[in-house]
């Protein structure tokens, strides 16, 4: 904070011992435009027990700095084919809470192997139609 500024915010007024990272500081805008999470997904992470923020006496959602983490690792469980209630009890593990939690391993193991062999199938079906474009390709 410099002298002129005469503005107070949570983190300036918190004490030597608190952690950054357990403050909520970050509004809902800010965590979108950090995470490329649109608000409304952010809300509905919140939602379905994916994230949580703290309020304000407003009602302003703010978030803290491990809420950028668990977003982004939110985006790309969901990337691969996870539905949110598949994500919810990964989260713990994941994030190094539950290191005692395999079946959640166990889980994402499995939804492996299915995309492996989705990916396989794909790739048999490509294979298939280069054949038959190759046989269109020979008989002009």
Request: with cysteine.
């Amino acid at each position: 904070m410099t002298v002129c500024d005469t503005r107070v915010t949570p983190v300036d007024v918190m004490p030597a011992s608190a952690t950054p990272a357990v403050a909520p500081r970050l509004g809902i805008g800010e965590l979108s435009a950090r995470t490329g999470a649109s608000a409304r997904s952010l809300r509905y992470y919140e939602q379905q027990g994916l994230l949580a923020a703290a309020r304000t006496a407003a009602g302003h959602r703010r978030y803290d700095a491990e809420a950028m983490d668990r977003v982004l690792l939110v985006q790309r469980l969901l990337a691969v084919g996870l539905s949110s209630a598949e994500i919810s009890p990964l989260l713990p593990l994941l994030l190094g809470r539950d290191p005692a939690q395999e079946t959640g391993l166990d889980a994402l193991r499995a939804h492996r192997r299915e995309l492996a062999a989705r990916i396989a199938r794909l790739q048999d079906t490509a294979e298939i139609l280069d054949e038959v474009l190759e046989e269109h390709a020979a008989a002009r």
